[in-house]
């Protein structure tokens, strides 16, 4: 196993450790918005590692470029849709302040 | 390796099929249905046909996916409107339950074992000698096109994709008969969100670019008209959607005009081909690469027109129902 391989391998389990964080904080957490949290936060980061793991592993710049805009337009599609869903949701039931702070 | 990614893929294909058809609420289906088009899409790349996987990612993930979710906020909105006779409507339901169960279900079962033995068999009796792809390869120097599946799709069958293109044509005309064919009002109701306009801004060129790029690329790779049609058609939804409703703004003849385009240079090139005594869609093998990228091209503006005007035409039949 070269050291490429090695990174890779580390940077793919990095990735999967996000997403199955992200699953389980969508199953776990208790309202909407703390859900998109987890959704989008953990997931974004773990399709970057996974990018980063895949571009390495083709070890091709065009390849690495197009891999590299694909996580780029994911993560505006994706934080867009999360900001477009919690204030659907926020129009619609305005989130019960835990504690008001000035 | 492989072997264990195609069987879970298998095993996850059908049981997203399974969950999809038994989920119980209606919000669910159509999000398992989502997933199960993806997966769907990875078991085409996984068999090597790239060209179906971006089809049916786009089509029945991307436009299908936003048609659904349109009409399942339609149906929220009737749902909400008659939360008072749920009661009566649950009451009728569990009525009719066990006559739902016995003739339907058994005529399910029967139907649904009668497709799985064909299916076994279609399965043991498959053709060992590769079908036709030897006849495609052959021809393929005369095609004018370099990747096989356009040159099966637009020279050698092209009297299917023309009449796929009518098919989608007549969809959008079913549409218009049911909800009628309206002068747009130019409606600014829509909210206009500074994230999602900048967000739409930003998306629209890459968008077009990557559909020419798909269109283009059709010729010597996965790609082609359907396929650039679908990004196309969604620059026009996500404008619409973000409050700069295309369609409306542009004249109705043009937007008629663009929505037979393709078909009719189809049709019409078809013709002449007749009249010069070759047979329907026989291009001359020298022409054959342009004539092909012009069709492609002007289907891909049409599909992408009717696309947009289908779920236009969807979106304000909601809005009237709705308010």
Known sequence: MTITELFTVILLVAGCFFFLAGTLGVLRFPDLFTRLHALTKADNLGLGFIAAGMALHIASPWAAIKIFSIWLFTLLASSTSCYLIARFQKEKNPPKNRKEEG | MSVLIDSLLAILIVYLALQCLLAPRLTQTVFLFFAFGLALALAWVRLGAVDVAITEAAIASGFLGVLFLDALRDFSFITSGKQESSDAANHSVSKKKPAFLSLPGVVLVLGLGLFLLITLEAVWKVPESGGLTAATEALLPESGV??????????????????????????LLAVMAVGGIKIFPVHRKTPEDPVLQQVILFFTPILFLFGAFLLYFGKNGPGGAFQAAVLWGAIGILLHLGGRPVLTVIPRWLSQLLLIMGIGFFLMLGFLLLA????????????????????????????????????????????????
């Open chain 2, 276 to 323: 010069g005594g070759a047979s329907l869609f026989e291009y001359p093998p020298s022409y054959a690469g342009v004539l092909i990228l012009i069709i492609e091209t002007l289907a891909a503006i049409s599909i992408a027109v009717t696309l947009v005007s289908v779920f236009v035409h969807l979106n304000q039949l909601n809005k009237e129902e709705s308010n």
């Open chain 2, 146 to 171: 370099e990747n096989p599946v356009t040159a099966v799709l637009l020279n050698f069958r092209a009297y299917d994709t023309w009449l796929e293109m009518g098919v989608i044509l007549l969809g």
